[in-house]
């Protein structure tokens, strides 16, 4: 599978963003899709994650409550809605499938999924 995510911009400190990532090769709700994000000098962080089906999602703590995925699988996509940004919240931006079987087949791991989009930058000025 294909991906690519667009949306990333320059927004302030309390804005919103939304992203997007577009997928294209496969059969989309064999995926569990997840959002990384990597600002430099550190490593890629799990910021959320969603079911085939969509109905279950899964957010660390640092981004719950502001963030929210969801995906549309007639669409071949998956987003990321964005609010109360922070500075904190600068970094490139991945989304990620992971071919499953299971129903919930997400993971906050990197490490589980098998393919990446190129990515998006997310700047949030204070």
């Known amino acids: 599978v294909q991906l690519q995510a667009s949306g990333g911009g320059l927004v302030q400190a309390g804005g919103s963003l939304r992203l997007s990532c577009a997928a294209s090769?496969?059969?989309?709700?064999?995926?569990?899709m997840g959002w990384f994000r990597q600002a430099p000098g550190k490593e890629r962080e799990f910021v959320a994650a969603?079911?085939?089906?969509?109905?279950?999602?899964y957010y660390p703590d640092s981004v719950k409550g502001r963030f929210t995925i969801s995906r549309d699988n007639a669409k071949n996509t998956v987003d990321l809605q964005m609010n109360s940004l922070k500075p904190e919240d600068t970094a490139f931006y991945y989304c990620?499938?992971?071919?499953?079987?299971?129903?919930?087949?997400?993971?906050?791991?990197?490490?589980?999924?098998?393919?990446w989009g190129r990515g998006t930058q997310v700047t949030v000025s204070s």
């Open positions: 990620a499938a992971r071919p499953t079987a299971y129903i919930r087949g997400y993971s906050a791991r990197a490490t589980d999924y098998d393919y």
């Open positions: 090769g496969r059969t989309f709700n064999d995926y569990a």
């Open positions: 969603i079911s085939r089906g969509g109905s279950s999602a």
